[in-house]
């Protein structure tokens, strides 16, 4: 996914599905948030869409629609 894409709505979805496809993970029934999660999870990352206010993970794919503040590390 293009980083600078900004994906909301039904798209934000169908990413999130795919990715969770992807990754052998049931997504049915399951609220966006929390499918983010598994696939976050599930890929070995932190589960933190949408629950930090700041963020230093630029290489996150979902970054553009978490809405958490970027911020660079050094």
Do not use: Y
Request: glycine letters at 10%.
């Amino acid at each position: 996914m293009d980083k600078g894409k900004f994906l909301k709505g039904p798209s934000l979805t169908a990413f999130a599905r795919k990715k969770a496809a992807e990754l052998g993970l049931d997504g049915k029934g399951v609220k966006l948030v929390e499918l983010i999660h598994m696939v976050q999870e599930k890929e070995g990352n932190a589960d933190c869409f949408k629950r930090q206010e700041s963020c230093g993970q630029l290489d996150c794919c979902w970054q553009a629609s978490c809405g958490a503040k970027m911020e660079k590390t050094i």
